[in-house]
């Protein structure tokens, strides 16, 4: 029986034949004189080690893991910010439907602790398309779906990007100085600096894990995966994320100066 899943698993697996592509690139044009097939060769070669995942999977959970769960509100904390990711008012879908997956978990996950903390706002971020609700709207009514109470929500909605939001949010309350941020794992250790940079004590609060180890172990780590390339995704905005902050910061130091 578990014979017959590994190789359904196997042959419905579109990284296997992906992969079974690039080898036959590399082998027929590796070793070519014309240059562009060298190049397309070097190209299958670095697609063809992507699509491995134990490398970024690893890497993925340790960024994921860089801030522990956050069990309770601090006391004396009043703002639970809650970053966008993205919403649809489609008129055909219920209110809990607007939102993607990432977005459903940091909602989840900023009602779990103000649940904890009823004292303390529920800020939700970010703007939407010209013309049309803000995203903040549509995370606010899916709070309220969720049985928070109108007074207890906040929406900051003009940031369009974690920068966008951090500015709106010192914009918006200038005289608070310490927060919970609520946003998905990977995505905390910038969010959490940039939003450091506007002066803020910050609280991270992960909601969302793409990479969840089970204790049982993962049966298929070392077989070609498409959602390795989905890890490398993460990692390089991240990464590129983060150098973009620190590049500014230094332009900005030695402007001042």
Partial sequence: MMISVYIRELLFNPAIYLSLLCGYVVWRFFRSSILLERLISWFALVLLLLLFAPLPRLLVYWTERHYPVLEQVPKGVRHIVVLGSGGTPDKDLKI???????????IVEGVALWKGRPES??????AGRQGFVSQAQLYAAVAKDFGVPREKILKIEKGRNTLGEAGDFRSRFPDVGEIVLVSSAAHLPRAKRIFELEGLRVHAAPAVYTVK?????DRYSWVPQIQALQYWGILAHEWGGRAYVELRLIFRRMNQE
């Fill in 213 to 217: 180890m089970h204790p049982g172990g």
């Fill in 96 to 106: 809990h439907q607007y939102v993607g997956g990432a977005m459903l978990g940091r």
């Fill in 121 to 126: 706002f529920l800020v939700f971020s970010s």
